[in-house]
């Protein structure tokens, strides 16, 4: 009897033993896999680390990740006490003990960027806690993983969801903000990207540039600054960011514009990653960027990170598809409001008009094979396409509004409204009552180009009906978003004014007579009028 008794305990002990083993082999293997997805295997290395990470991860060895897993716990039981700001420092030391977990640092971008950042009410407490996020991918994770598509997109769609989005109150003060930091290293309006790329943006090449013995050295010195170092700090310390004007006076204009660049190009890579050759390419593809907006941006990274990834990142793809549809409606900046952050005017981009609808295509045909991912660009195009066509119209550009209409109509078959003219009233009707801030600025600011070019081409009629319609699309939609912070609107006389500004950039000098001209018999008329009625009362 106590002999099978202990035959049935060995078995029995045996049998646990062996599950035991067992289940401990399967768990191995499943953890060996989540280490090596995830790139937490201990390499002995991190390559272009700098030297306090690369000396952290040698002397610790494999148990800096036992030291990452109580910051994570630290950091997540201070978020549980909104205690917030230590939480930035401890995202930065799990970033650099595990410099390769790049779905990590994505969790504490997105934690920094979206969590933590709406439990402040004050705008500017928000930017800090965003713009954290985004330097924690940006000037950490990406040094570490120069290869990873996985922070690109993410960083894309920080840029294009949290920034170009209207969905957070703070909106247009993010805008705001990244277009000053933008203005600040490029001295204010649009460069040349091509002479950017090519400008000498590091020290060996500005010393080949501007060899010594160069006037420009001479200058230099006079200035204050006796080498290159010193002449880079100069010129990042003002904002915006510029060369002593004891330079520009003492060299050729092609001199000074060559040495200007150069100092831009290396303060744009320093400050934001982004290189001037790649937004030269971009621009080139797909059309002339306004780099100031967050869509831009946006597409910037998409595009990098689909690169990374061989052209496989169908997240990448619908990014910058849906950031290139964006940015043809809002992705040209009028003006900013240096001060405050409250307003900031954008409008349609219309040279970005076939390039988003390209990109939907290119899409399309790139993710053929991916399950659903065809048909869904597919739709994306043809709702792209009722979106434009009226934006389109109200900007005066008939030819391609029809051309548009058209492509609907092959695409989609015969619309309910047979011509281009009751499509888009139907539309517009629609767009209206439903519109974001962004469609509302668009469709206020197209009536005002369209009123301003009536001016010029002397049809007084037309201009005054196209001003009353966008006077009264503005009254009705602030009155209806009154109560809606990020739906905030600039006040009307500042999106005309930046219209007026922006028709006079492009226009030939004498259509610009014609306008000024317009605009101060205009001037006179409301001042009469205002005179008049304040007699009479």
Known sequence: MNRFRNFTLYTVLLTATAAAVCFIRLAEHKLDRTIDTEKL???????????????????????????????????????????????????RWITDLQPNYSGGTAYLAWNLAYNISV????????????????????????????????LYREMAWIFFHKLGN?????????????????????????????????????????????????PLWQAAA????????????????????????LLRSRLSEADFAAAQAGMRARLLKAKMR??????????????????????????YWATVGLEKSGGEDVQCARIVTQAMQAAFRGGKLLTLDAAGGSYI???????????????YVEAQKAFGG????????????????????????????????????????????????KTLDEF????????????????????????????????IYGDHDAAVANERLARYIYRKYAAENRDIKRNTLPPYARMKAGEVEECRRFLPPAMVTILNAAIAAEQTEAGRETGGGAGKK
């Open 370 to 417: 991916h399950s659903g991912s065809a048909e869904s660009f597919r739709s994306a195009r043809i709702n792209y396409l009722k979106d434009a066509i009226p934006l389109i119209y109200i900007n005066g550009n008939l030819s391609k509004a029809e051309e548009f209409f058209k492509k609907l109509v092959r695409e989609d078959g015969p619309q309910k409204q």
């Open 222 to 245: 006079e200035a204050g600054c006796r080498n290159y170092g010193e002449l880079y700090n100069r010129f990042r310390t003002p904002t915006p960011a510029a060369l002593p004007e």
């Open 166 to 214: 209207v969905l957070d109150d703070a909106n247009l003060y993010y805008k705001n903000q990244l277009a000053i930091q933008m203005a600040a290293i490029l001295g204010g309006g649009t460069p040349d990207w091509e002479f950017l790329a090519a400008a000498p943006d590091t020290e060996a090449k500005f010393m080949a540039r501007f060899p010594a013995g160069h």
């Open 41 to 91: 295997r201990f390499s002995g290395a991190v390559a272009d680390a700098p030297p306090a990470v690369a000396f952290t991860s040698m002397a610790m060895g494999s148990f800096r990740g036992l030291l990452a897993d109580i910051l994570w716990l630290r950091s997540e039981n201070l978020k549980s006490k909104k205690n917030y700001f230590e939480m930035v420092q401890l995202a």
């Open 274 to 299: 982004l290189d001037p050759a790649k937004m030269a390419e971009i621009d080139r593809r797909y059309g002339k960027m306004d780099w100031r907006v967050p869509e831009s941006q946006a597409i």
């Open 424 to 455: 888009v009233m139907t539309e517009f009707a629609e767009d209206v009552r439903d519109a974001d801030v962004k469609k509302a600025s668009a469709i206020i600011s197209g009536l005002i180009r369209r009123s301003i070019l009536n001016l």
């Open 119 to 150: 439990t402040s009410s004050d705008y500017e407490d928000r930017w800090y806690w965003v713009n954290e996020g985004i330097r924690l991918i940006r000037d950490k994770a990406l040094v570490y993983n120069p290869d990873d598509p996985v």
């Open 345 to 359: 005017q954008v409008v349609p981009n219309p040279a970005l008009a076939d390039a988003a609808y390209n990109s």
